[in-house]
């Protein structure tokens, strides 16, 4: 069983930065997909930005200059960082992780994001 644990979430002032983590547990060694989405309230979840397993990536085009995802082997993490932050990127944000076979997908518990002065 895959098991999704983010953090690094808070409050932040607009132009201020974050960089969220997203450690996985379990066998994940052949996984294909990792994203990062995010939900605000009374809006549907979004992509924000996706890592592939051929190490593509791609965002979303309201955080595209802003965000970088990355991914740490070693360490079973997927990074968001996050700078210039606009009130508009307030949200709660989830990381998934997806296997194409059988399509399994897993997603964390959230971690939330308020960008206000």
């Known amino acids: 069983q895959v098991q999704l644990v983010e953090s690094g979430g808070g409050l932040v002032n607009p132009g201020g930065s974050l960089r969220l983590s997203c450690v996985a547990s379990g066998d994940i060694v052949s996984s294909d997909y990792w994203g990062w989405f995010r939900e605000a309230p009374g809006k549907e979840r979004e992509l924000v930005a996706s890592f592939f397993r051929s190490g593509a990536t791609n965002y979303a085009d309201s955080v595209k200059g802003r965000c970088t995802i990355s991914r740490d082997n070693a360490k079973n993490t997927l990074y968001l960082q996050m700078n210039n932050l606009k009130p508009e990127d307030t949200a709660t944000y989830y990381c998934?992780?997806?296997?194409?076979?059988?399509?399994?997908?897993?997603w964390g518990q959230g971690t939330q994001v308020t960008v206000s002065s």
């Open positions: 998934k992780l997806l296997f194409y076979s059988g399509w399994r997908e897993y």
